[in-house]
């Protein structure tokens, strides 16, 4: 097969390569990525030299640059990890959202529909979020496949309008597509304004760990590599035209896993934990702050046989151990485009000192 990774320089993309590159040396791997400050090209150093692997610097919102690229590397299969991923970034400025994750998502569509007329398997994969099913309360059962859409962030909403276009192109031209819609990952490579590698990296700083109003909203975390099996699963046995969704099935709320990750800091490092968790400081909220995802995947697990393999304690040192050894690539993602967001994410928040917080629009049901 010829795979085009679009987002193959990003954190999940450039897992999903180091994993099966080697894995598959029959299988030619193109990465295309625009290199935005998400994406590093060391991300995928390990590859280079590989005779399976290419990297193609460029746009998907690009229709030439879409073009170019199907025509010299004629893709069979494309996986669609590229977006614009940071709901913060999105609350401040939606325009990159919509051009990349929508207008992005409709040229790959339509390179591939007037590409792919002969013989042979096909799959368009979009990889998709949790978040286009909005916020669940406290006692809500998990988001399944046939939960109604209802986006939060403008980030939530251009994934979401994507996810309808991919569905779109299978209905009306018969494009052989998959989607998955997966909950929050974790792992090396995650760019370091995220909430995981941000919390290591201040916390090996000794600078302060931000945790927005309350710290009682709630994810479910899935280590990045289960991700990226689920993904292959799907590409290699799911039917065409289904959703899977994709889940850790490990809640945790913010504060508990900034805690976790601040002890795991002191065991690794020989620091007193009482001054890491001491770093920590309640700042304003998030607007439209989601207050808890929880994924169901029955349907990947019964149809595929899939199930995350590592659990989140280990998986979370391991993460940390990883973001200890590879100073370059933190040093490479800091600087210019990363110091102007930290400085206009967190410089005008408010401090709200204690575990006292407030919350916006409609977060709890
Ligand atoms: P990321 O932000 O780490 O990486 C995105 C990559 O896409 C970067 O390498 C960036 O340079 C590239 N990119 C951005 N705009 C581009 C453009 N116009 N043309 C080409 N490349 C472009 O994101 P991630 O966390 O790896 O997420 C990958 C995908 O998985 C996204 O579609 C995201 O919505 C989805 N997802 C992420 C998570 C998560 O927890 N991180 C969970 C579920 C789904
Ligand atoms: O659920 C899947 C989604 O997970 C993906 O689609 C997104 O691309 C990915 O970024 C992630 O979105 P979140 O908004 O959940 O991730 P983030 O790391 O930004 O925040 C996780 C939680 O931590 C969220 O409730 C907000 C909170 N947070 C975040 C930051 C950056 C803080 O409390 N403090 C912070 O400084």
Not at 117 to 146: N, Q, W
Request: net charge negative.
């Amino acid at each position: 097969m010829r795979i085009l990774v679009t987002g193959g320089a990003g954190f999940i993309g450039s897992n999903f390569l180091n994993m099966l590159v080697p894995r598959y040396p029959a299988h030619s791997f193109v990465a295309l990525d625009k290199l935005t400050y998400a994406g590093n090209p060391l991300s995928v150093a390990d590859l280079e030299g590989a005779k399976n692997f290419a990297l193609e610097v460029g746009d998907i919102a690009d229709a030439d640059t879409v073009a170019r690229v199907f025509d010299q590397h004629r893709p069979d299969v494309v996986v669609h990890f590229a977006a614009e991923t940071h709901v913060d970034r999105s609350i401040v400025d939606p325009t990159e959202f919509v051009r990349t994750n929508v207008v992005g998502t409709l040229q790959l569509l339509n390179a591939c529909k007037t590409r792919w007329k002969g013989e042979g398997p096909r799959r368009f994969h979009h990889v998709s979020t949790d978040e286009v099913y909005g916020s669940l309360g406290d006692d809500d059962p998990a988001f399944t496949e046939d939960t109604r859409y209802d986006p939060s962030s403008p980030y939530a909403a251009s994934k979401a309008s994507s996810d309808h276009l991919v569905r779109a192109f299978h209905r009306t031209y018969g494009l052989p597509i998959t989607v998955t819609n997966c909950s929050n990952n974790y792992g090396p490579r995650q760019a370091p304004e995220k909430l995981i590698p941000l919390t290591i990296l201040n916390a090996l700083d000794g600078r302060e760990l931000p945790v927005y109003g309350t710290g009682r909203n709630c994810r479910d975390w899935l280590y990045v590599e289960d991700h990226c099996e689920a993904v292959w699963a799907v590409i290699e046995r799911g039917v065409p035209g289904r959703t899977y969704n994709v889940g850790g099935g490990e809640e945790r709320r913010n504060i508990d896993l900034v805690r976790t990750i601040g002890q795991l800091v002191a065991e690794e490092t020989g620091r007193p934990e009482a001054e890491i968790l001491g770093l920590i400081r309640f700042v304003e909220d998030r607007p439209g702050h989601d207050w808890r995802y929880a994924v169901d995947s029955s349907k990947l697990r019964a149809e595929l046989g899939w199930a995350p393999r590592v659990e989140l304690p280990a998986a979370l040192r391991r993460t940390l151990r990883w973001y200890m050894s590879n100073p370059a690539w933190v040093e490479s993602m800091r600087g210019g485009e990363h110091d102007r967001w930290m400085e206009k994410n967190y410089e005008g928040r408010q401090q709200l000192g204690s575990a006292a917080g407030t919350h916006h629009g409609r977060t709890e049901r």
